[in-house]
């Protein structure tokens, strides 16, 4: 019609009804829910388990590295022994720190550089003696002897290598100039295995804290230098982590961080679960408390349209309400069923104020 005060979209789809607001709505719906609280909620879980995980990364790495300087001992120990002469055989002392660890097999080994001369040749063979002190010997290592309890002894043969005179010649005529420039020099080194896979006792006390070592021979012998070596043989993990360094730190960092992470997740969900279900617990007592005056204020407000039928419903009801109360005898109004008609009747009278527009 020409007069009307509606559009036709307006008259079909409903009064303030607009197709631009539909397609502004539908286009900002994804939109809605990429920030709601839901969302922010996933998100902030998100950057947790990420921030998390970097975290336990690290901390992974430096625990592999503590635990495998302390797992792993030094794997080579070495101490020059500086000889004394005079009284008796040739003989030096050497302390050791707590380097060692239990249950770990070492091979020990004496090195001895011995000039070519003339004596020493002669020698033949002679032995060494090395002894491993315990801490309470290893106080006074310039008086110790072998009637001690050591912890390890051991004695063995040594001998220079013989050579024939034509041999020792010609080999002295090839390297006379490095004699001459002083790149070489006529001297031997021997090297003699000890102790093989000699493993410490636990306990502070059995681990050893100093040495002992003796030259034992019928003529005099000169010596360039001593040194006692300690070699851990690693078997095992030790030799699995040691052999392999990488490939250990990743198993075993990665073993480590999948404990830490599985810890982690199973505690936040512990906590979360918790949370949420506080959570319902409090939004349906505010639920509660908010519906009798969403109700009330529902109940209060007035219908404009309908209020002429309202007004008729109300007039018809307290006809029908004034016939009941007639058509029964006086006595049964006297009596306990005219007080509940009464009261029946003084709800209605009640419940229509509540619904009164005047009101």
Do not use: C
């Not at 030799?239 to 810890?263: A, E």
């Not at 016939?323 to 509940?340: C, D, I, V």
């Amino acid at each position: 019609m020409a007069g009307s005060e509606y559009t036709d979209d307006e008259t079909e789809f409903g009064e303030g009804f607009s197709p631009q607001a539909t397609v502004l709505d539908a286009f900002l719906t994804p939109f809605r829910a990429l920030f709601s609280k839901t969302a922010f909620r996933i998100y902030l879980n998100i950057l947790l388990f990420i921030g998390t995980t970097f975290v336990l990364v690290g901390i992974s790495g430096v625990a592999y590295a503590i635990f495998y300087f302390r797992f792993i001992p030094t794997i080579g120990i070495d101490r020059e022994v500086h000889l004394q002469f005079g009284d008796g055989h040739p003989w030096g002392t050497a302390s050791l720190k707590p380097e060692f660890v239990h249950s770990q097999p070492y091979d020990v080994a004496v090195t001895l550089e011995l000039p070519r001369t003339p004596s020493n040749l002669d020698a033949g063979n002679f032995m060494i003696d090395l002894t491993l002190l315990s801490p309470q010997s290893g106080t006074a290592l310039g008086s110790v002897s072998n009637t001690l309890s050591p912890i390890s002894h051991a004695r063995r043969p040594a001998i220079l290598t013989y050579t024939s005179p034509l041999v020792d010649l010609a080999r002295r005529v090839v390297r006379l100039p490095f004699y001459v420039v002083g790149w070489r020099r006529e001297a031997e080194t021997l090297e003699v295995q000890m102790l093989e896979k000699v493993e410490f006792a636990r306990g502070a006390r059995n681990l050893p804290q100093g040495l002992r070592l003796e030259i034992h021979s019928d003529a005099k012998m000169q010596f360039y230098s001593a040194r006692v070596e300690f070699r851990a043989r690693f078997t095992g993990l030790r030799w699995l982590m040691y052999r392999w360094k990488i490939t250990s730190f990743v198993i075993f960092s990665s073993m480590f961080w999948t404990i830490s992470m599985s810890t982690a997740s199973l505690t936040w969900f512990v906590v979360s679960s918790i949370l949420q279900s506080n959570t319902p617990k409090e939004e349906a007592k505010d639920e509660i408390k908010d519906e009798p005056e969403h109700e009330v204020k529902e109940e209060s407000e007035p219908d404009e349209g309908n209020f002429s039928t309202g007004a008729v419903k109300i007039k018809d009801e307290d006809v029908e309400s004034s016939r009941l109360l007639q058509s029964y005898p006086a006595e049964a109004r006297e009596s306990g069923m005219g007080s509940g008609l009464e009261s029946a009747e003084a709800q209605g009278i009640q419940k229509r104020r509540i619904h009164s527009p005047d009101e």
